[in-house]
C-alpha cells in the first residue's frame, strides 16, 4: 500500500524592507524546501522594489503589498499553515496582538515564526520582548539562544519559543572558491578581489563615511593588482531597513578624480559578490557572517573606534578587527573559530543541524490538531503606557482589533495615501538635489502618511 505523503506546508512571509524579505523567504525556505511561499510587503517607506526582491533569489506564488489590518485579516489557516513575521519589532508585536484577536476562538491557526535578520547588537531587551508571544523565535547562534531565552526568563516569559538557528543566507557553499586572483598566489587571471560592504546608517556622518570610501579608494591605487568593489545595498531612489541619507554614490560623484579604473560600485546579490571575494572588508555588516561561513578572511574595520553605535563591539574576541593602514600592509585576517562557531558559523559545517531542529519543530507544532493563541508578553496589564502606541501605529486598538476606520480601508483611500507619499518623497529629493542637506525630518513624514 502507499505510503501517504503530506501536502507541503502553505507559508506566508510578512516583511517590511529588502532585507527583512530576504530573511524572511529564505527562512520559510530553510523551515519547509519545497512549500508554497506567498510574500506579503507591509506598506511604508521602506517597501522593497521589484529588483530588490528578485535578488533574494526565492521564487514566491504570489506577492501582495499589505497594510498590517489587511494581513491579520487574510492570515487564518484556511489559507497558511506558517507565517513568518519578518519585521522590525514593533510591527510584529502589533502583529502578533492582531493574529491574537483575529484568530480568538478559532480551532486551528497557523504557527507563528520570527527573529532577527542578522547580528543583534543593540536593544536587546527591547527587540525580544516585542517579538514574544511568537511560536518559535528564532536565535542565530547558540550565543543568541543563551541571551534570549536570559531575557524571557528574567521578565517571567515563557522561553520555550526561542530555538537555535543559523543566519538563513549563509548557504550551502562551504570553503574557500578555488577560483582565485593572481594577488593570491595561484597564476590565475582574476585579480584579488577586495569587497567593502557598506550599510545604510552605519556609519552615519558624512565625514566618517567619506573617509572610509576615500580610504577604500586609496587602497585600489596602492594595490593597482587588485580589484576593489564597493558594494552598496540600494540604487538611488530605492529604500533599505535603515535611512541612507547619505549615499556613496553621491560621496563617489565628488571625489576628486573619480574612482581609479580597478574600483567600482557594485549592486546585487551578496552570495554572487562573496564568490568573486579575497578579502571582505566592513564595519559591522552581517555580510561578515557570510564571509566567514565561506572561510573568506574578513576584516571589520577599527579605523572609526570600536563603539557600540558601529556595532564592531560585536566582533570583539573574533580575530577580524583590523584598520585599512593594516590592510595596506597585506595583513589578511582570519577568525577564531571557537569565536565562530558561538555566532553560529562553524568551521566543521554541522549548521545544517540546526535548520533540521527548526524545521522538525515547526513541523511538529503545525500538525497539531490546534495551538492557544499567541499570548505576548506585552499586555495592557505589563505595558500600558508603551503598548497602545505601538499597535496604533498599525492601526489596530488595545485588544488587537482594527482602529474605527482601519479593518476595511479602500483600496481608493490606499491609493491616494500612497500618491501622497510619492509627492513628499519626490520633494524630499528634490530639496536634497539643490542643495539642502538635511532632509532626514521630511523623508520621515513620508512614514506618517
Known sequence: MPSRTEPPLRIAVLADSDTRWKWGALTAHRLAPGARLDGRLLRGRATPTARQLGEVGVRAAEIAEVTGTEFVRTAGRDRYDVVVLACVGGAVQAMLHGLAAAWDGVPRRPVVVTGYVGVVYEKLADGLLLRHGADVVLANSPDDAARFRAVYEGVGADADCVTEWALPFLGDARGVSDRRGSGAGN???RPFTVVFAAQPSVPESRTDRGYLLRRAVAHARAHPEREVLVKLRSKPGEHTTHIEEIPYQKLAARLPGGLPPNCRLVYGHMGEVLDRTDLLVTVSSTAALESLHRAIPTAVLTDLGIRESLGNHHFLGSGCLASWDQLDAGHLPRADPEWAARQGVPADGSGEAVFAAARQRVAALAARP?????????????????????????????????LPGRAGAPREESALRRAGRAALRDAARGAYRHGVQRVAPLIRRVGDL
Not at 506585552?378 to 482589533?401: C, E, M, N, Q, S
Open 370 to 402: 490546534g495551538l492557544p493563541p499567541p499570548a505576548p508578553y506585552y499586555t495592557a496589564a505589563t505595558a500600558p503606557g508603551y503598548l497602545p502606541a505601538v499597535l496604533a501605529r498599525h492601526g489596530l486598538d488595545h485588544r488587537g482589533r482594527p
Open 187 to 189: 597564476g590565475q587571471v
